[in-house]
């Protein structure tokens, strides 16, 4: 297949993608210095996968504890209402 033919930048124009793409390989040199950009991204990738995991533990481990804590609560007032109705008959 024959592709169409990509019209001619101006000659300003194709300067000011030239520099672009200049400045875009010195900045990924800089956040990437061994130009290993798979990695890079892998990385964080699993940054954020472990903090998402994190994430996930932490809501966990905080809706076992409202269910322990409510379980906590209900067990000292049915002991105190227990308490209560035993001294209440005893009379």
Do not use: N
Not at 43 to 53: G, L, N, T
Not at 76 to 87: N, P, Q, S, T
Request: proline fraction near 4%; charged fraction near 35%; glycine fraction near 4%.
């Amino acid at each position: 297949m024959v592709e169409p033919e990509k019209p001619q930048l101006p000659r300003t124009e194709r300067k000011v993608l030239e520099l672009i793409d200049e400045q875009l390989d010195k900045f990924a040199e800089k956040i990437v210095p061994e130009g290993d950009t798979e990695e890079h991204h892998e990385f964080h990738r699993r940054v954020i996968e472990k903090k998402r995991a994190s994430q996930e533990l932490r809501d966990e481990l905080v809706k076992k504890g409202i269910v322990w804590a409510a379980g906590a609560i209900c067990t000292v007032l049915g002991l105190a209402l227990w308490e209560y109705l035993k001294h209440s008959l005893a009379k």
